[in-house]
């Protein structure tokens, strides 16, 4: 069984940081994808940025390129989010997600992100 369980949000004044984390349990193989969505209030769901496990390729949306960096930690199957120079329109609770080798989607609970102005 697939468990993604995220920590690391919480409230932070604008222009501060926080890292977010994703600690992964039940992933098979070596060929998957995993990252992060958020949630804002009253907007889309909308993805933050993600890792590919093969060759570490990162992809990140526009918004958070040059703020947000993703990373991941193999020997503890832990994947990071260090998010800096936070705005008040990064608030939203954040979510894990991993795709598999056969294209099976995960999600963890999510974690509350807020950025007070």
């Known amino acids: 069984e697939v468990q993604l369980v995220e920590s690391g949000g919480g409230l932070v004044q604008a222009g501060g940081s926080l890292r977010l984390s994703c600690a992964a349990s039940g992933l098979t193989g070596d060929d998957y994808a995993i990252g992060w969505f958020r949630r804002a209030p009253g907007k889309e769901r909308e993805g933050v940025s993600c890792?590919?496990?093969?060759?570490?390729?990162?992809f990140y949306a526009d918004s958070m390129k040059g703020r947000f960096t993703i990373s991941r930690d193999n020997a503890s199957n832990t994947m990071y989010l260090q998010m800096n120079n936070l705005k008040p329109e990064d608030t939203a609770v954040y979510y894990c997600?991993?795709?598999?080798?056969?294209?099976?989607?995960?999600w963890g609970q999510g974690t509350q992100v807020t950025v007070s102005s």
């Open positions: 890792i590919r496990s093969t060759d570490g390729y990162t």
């Open positions: 997600k991993a795709i598999d080798n056969i294209a099976t989607a995960y």
